[in-house]
């Protein structure tokens, strides 16, 4: 009895050890965690400041208006390169530099629409209108003087004066167009007075002579120019010319209409006849050659 009691002690004196050990290499492992933790939250703190203190960098340089919503990283770069905030961020994980770059213009441009209404606010009060021929350094005194426009991102007044110059020049582009056809049409109607007109106009009529017959027609009066007017006479005139010199006309006439009858009957001659070459007069000589033989046996 007394040698099992000892033996149970034994056996329990190492279970406890055994869990004694397993619940210490368990505070290990807890500690190893917590550590690991703590070190990567550090980390990850660091990262943070490290992007933070980037994005102050950025700030820095939109306030000295060296940055802009229209800059570009190579530009930059030189600058940006020389700054430690920019050093201290190479090869950690996350955003890199270029990427809070990209991120940073995408925030300026945002505000794009807010601006693009404090800009028509401010041209309206100032009755300026963007024209063509408008220059970026008027445009950007009126805003920039302005209390409510001044703090504005340079580059988005950049964008919003482009896109106000490109509006103007459609603008006058199209306007051109209409004038163009506005004209055009009054042209056809200048000519079809000249065409209708009773009598008829001649190749030898004068247009200081001929047109007082059309002072009253509006075609006429639709052009205020008499250059204008007397140029499309000329040309009308110039249109009719060939008819009035009726001697070299009937003979250019007369050439044209042999010549052409000429190729008409050629291009109707068959595909064989053009190869053999023989003429009208061969064939009326071979059917005259068989007419004799033919009488030639019946006498026989």
Known sequence: ?????????????????????????????????????????KERRSHRVNRDNFIKLLTELHGKKKLDSTSLWADLYPTISKDSRYSVMLGQPGSTPLDLFKFYLE?????????KKMIKDVLRQAGFDVEPDTSYEKFHSIISNNEKTKLIDKGNIKLHFLNLLEKAEAKEKEAQRAEERKIKRKETAFKHMLKDATPPITAHDEWAETKIRFEKD???????????KAKLFKDFVASIEPESNSDDYDKHKKKRHKKEKKHKYRSKRSPSYNMTGSSEEDRKKKHKKADNESEEDSKK
């Open 1 to 41: 009895k007394q040698w099992y009691q000892r033996r149970v002690a034994i056996t329990a004196g190492k279970e406890d050890m055994l869990m004694v050990y397993m619940e210490h290499v368990k505070a290990l492992e807890l500690d190893f965690e917590d550590e690991k933790q703590k070190k990567y939250a």
């Open 218 to 228: 509006p075609a006429y009066t639709a052009f205020p120019d008499d250059n204008s």
């Open 107 to 115: 925030d300026l441009k945002s505000t794009m629409h807010d601006d």
